[in-house]
């Protein structure tokens, strides 16, 4: 029965299934399902059920009251009524088109059993099924136009955002340091995205500030611009305040991060900062980038090319790794595109390894082709938590090596750094492993410092 039930759906049912089980109760009754239901769901999925208006307590003793608390049994079964909600569960997903069995579905299908005493329970407190179950089914036919969910975004996303690593490195501290000057020149004790832009903008070496130029964003014209501005409210928005940036300075800095490992440099230099200002979309400083240079398109662009100059390998595999997501009509760039884009590339360490692992891109491919399955329209494309965990791996890794930039063997160990990948499953499927592919990492290394 469960076969088709998410992770999130089977922890519902056991959690169900404790509660009969701590209540003494001799089955699984719907009540049960309820109290699961309610849990384990939380923040804004509470708020659709209206769960969040459940005094927890009240329902607790309601559903320990609803039967006699006198069965010793450890392997409790489940009532008919309840079967008959996972059974209804099971169809509503499938009439919504959905792969899988949700709380949501479970939640959907016992408001739809009127007779049982979980139903009568919810008309206790309450609940709005007219309001709930309308927009259920709206969020779960929305969710159904995803019809094939990435194995890799189950996962968490973890960033690195400790405000210190970003003083670590020359560039960057010379940077903040020299925005926070300006911050407390202008009486500021915070700094925000318009001085970390200004900062850059005071220094003519810095090549992006060449290419600003082109597009009339000078010191000159961003101070005029600056100017204007009487409030720093846009740099505050929908955030609390850090320390030593502001929320949107942070967010723009964390871009900024990102924006670095992708283009396969182990520093984050002045152009991945305004990068990371146009992709946060935040701040005083992207308002008034965004009035001189309405085409951000173009100039991201441009900054990129750039960027290629100083770090081709790592962004070519990266963009191999798109064009592998795309080809496949996937939305989602997981670790196993990182690795075709790493065999498309066709030379590096990470491809010599492989290569002489037998690892070769077609069959690499084929076993792809069987884990992701294609969606039917593609608008944009992004990187899986994992990913971005494996692009994380190789910039902290090249950093303690002391490299100037992120390598192909980089991205491929923190590929053998997360052995349930699904890089690591294509190759696992090949025929190869973790150590395997380590050694050969390292002795691919040597070879090279030989010649």
Do not use: W
């Not at 009240?58 to 392997?75: E, G, H, P, R, Y």
């Not at 007779?115 to 089914?137: H, M, Q, R, S």
């Amino acid at each position: 029965m469960f076969e088709k039930f998410t992770q999130k759906a089977i922890e519902v049912v056991q959690s169900a299934q404790n509660y009969a089980l701590d209540f003494k109760h001799g089955k699984v009754l719907p009540e049960h399902l309820l109290i699961g239901l309610v849990a384990k769901t939380k923040g804004v999925q509470a708020k659709i059920l209206n769960f969040d208006k459940i005094n927890f307590g009240d329902l607790n003793t309601a559903v320990f009251t609803c039967t006699q608390s006198n069965s010793n049994k450890t392997d409790i079964p489940f009532d008919i009524e309840t079967k008959n909600i996972l059974n209804k569960a099971i169809e509503l997903s499938n009439e919504l088109n959905s792969k899988f069995v949700m709380p949501q579905h479970i939640a959907l299908a016992l408001l739809t059993q009127k007779e049982t005493g979980a139903y009568k329970l919810l008309k206790k407190f309450d609940i709005d099924e007219e309001k709930i179950v309308p927009n259920l089914i709206r969020i779960l036919d929305k969710s159904s136009d995803i019809k094939n969910i990435h194995p890799e975004d189950i996962i968490e996303n973890t960033e690195l955002t400790n405000i210190n690593d970003f003083f670590n490195e020359k560039v960057m501290s010379e940077i903040l340091s020299n925005a926070q000057s300006k911050a407390t020149t202008q009486g500021f004790e915070i700094m925000g995205t318009e001085q970390i832009l200004l900062s850059i903008l005071d220094n003519k070496n810095y090549p992006i500030v060449n290419i600003l130029d082109k597009y009339d964003v000078t010191y000159d014209v961003f101070c005029e611009k600056l100017s204007k501005f009487t409030s720093r409210n846009a740099e505050f928005e929908n955030s609390e305040k850090q320390i030593i940036f502001t929320p949107n300075a942070f967010q723009a800095i964390v871009q900024a991060l990102d924006c670095a490992k992708e283009s396969g440099s182990v520093s984050i230099l002045p152009e991945h900062i305004i990068l990371g200002i146009l992709k946060s979309k935040k701040g005083i400083a992207y308002k008034i980038l965004s009035e001189l240079i309405p085409n951000s398109i173009d100039f991201e662009d441009v900054v990129i090319k750039k960027l290629n100059d100083k770090f081709p390998e790592t962004l070519a595999i990266l963009r191999l790794a798109k064009e592998e997501a795309r080809a496949l009509n996937s939305s989602t760039v997981g670790t196993e595109m990182i690795l075709l884009g790493i065999l498309s590339y066709g030379k590096g360490v990470a491809y010599d390894t492989l290569k002489l692992l037998g690892i070769t891109h077609k069959d690499a491919r084929e076993e792809v082709k069987k884990i992701v399955k294609p969606e039917k329209e593609i608008k944009t494309v992004s990187y899986s938590p994992r990913a971005k965990k494996i692009l994380e791996v190789a910039y902290e890794t090249a950093q303690e090596h002391d490299r100037k930039k992120i390598k192909s063997e980089n991205l491929l160990y923190g590929i053998t750094k997360m052995p349930n990948c699904l890089a690591m499953q294509v190759l696992s499927n090949l025929g190869t492993d973790v150590l395997e592919i380590q050694q050969g990492i390292k002795q691919e290394l040597l070879c090279g410092m030989d010649l």
